[in-house]
Nanobody, 115 residues
Framework: QVQLVESGGGLVQPGGSLRLSCAAS????????MGWYRQAPGKQRELVAV???????NYADSVKGRFTISRDNTKTTVYLQMNSLKPEDTALYYC?????????WGQGTQVTVSS
């Protein structure tokens, strides 16, 4: 069992930055692939970025060059650094932990990009 708690969301102006954190507990963090997903009102949840247990990353085309996912296995935390934010980045951002046998989600943290 893995518990995930996101933090770091908020209101930011276009062009601004935020860093999301996801603290994991309850299992061997280093064994899980970790990811960030987002869901805007009226839209389906979509992949933002993922990082494998070995540190390989993958990004949605819409955030490439602006967002960076990273993980600290000693702190059992995954981060999402978001730069050059746009209004279309506004969404509820969810943390995900995935292994061959299990799939866990956090409760989400709201990111709103608006002037």
């Amino acid at each position: 069992q893995v518990q995930l708690v996101e933090s770091g969301g908020g209101l930011v102006q276009p062009g601004g930055s935020l860093r999301l954190s996801c603290a994991a507990s309850g299992s061997v963090f280093s064994r899980y692939g970790m990811g960030w997903y987002r869901q805007a009102p009226g839209k389906q949840r979509e992949l933002v970025a993922v990082i494998s247990s070995g540190g390989i990353t993958n990004y949605a085309d819409s955030v490439k060059g602006r967002f960076t996912i990273s993980r600290d296995n000693t702190k059992t935390t995954v981060y999402l650094q978001m730069n050059s934010l746009k209004p279309e980045d506004t969404a509820l951002y969810y943390c995900n932990a995935r292994s061959r046998l299990a799939d866990y989600w956090g409760q989400g943290t709201q990111v709103t990009v608006s002037s």
